[in-house]
């Protein structure tokens, strides 16, 4: 199976920076779609950010402005800068990887990060 695994997650102060970062790994040929996503304490998992390998980008409105989604396609690599950071935003944010195609077959497969915590608080 495919694993990702995030990093970079931890506590920072409201208006403060954060890097996340995800690593694909495993026998993979290419990834069409990696991005975000974030679960908060009684809500639902959102999308925050995502990126083809074409570079093609899209937001949730709530990180617009604030937020930048990159990925590094040669290293299976993704990253979210999250700039001027909110207590909202504090949640578990999962990568995800949406059509794996690995050296096994021809089918893209979806996979999921276990996450990493940001908390936004003083």
């Known amino acids: 199976q495919v694993q990702l695994v995030e990093s970079g997650g931890g506590l920072v102060q409201p208006g403060g920076s954060l890097r996340l970062s995800c690593a694909a790994s495993?026998?993979?040929?290419?990834?069409?779609?990696m991005g975000w996503y974030r679960q908060a304490p009684g809500k639902q998992r959102n999308l925050v950010a995502a990126?083809?390998?074409?570079?093609?980008?899209n937001y949730a409105d709530s990180v617009k402005g604030r937020f930048t989604i990159s990925r590094d396609n040669a290293k299976n690599t993704v990253s979210l800068q999250m700039n001027s950071l909110k207590p909202e935003d504090t949640a578990v944010y999962y990568c995800?990887?949406?059509?794996?195609?690995?050296?096994?077959?021809?089918?893209?497969?979806?996979?999921w990060g276990k996450g990493t915590l940001v908390t936004v608080s003083s």
């Open positions: 990126i083809t390998t074409g570079g093609n980008t």
């Open positions: 995800k990887s949406d059509g794996v195609v690995t050296t096994s077959g021809p089918y893209g497969m979806d996979y």
């Open positions: 495993g026998s993979i040929r290419s990834i069409y779609r």
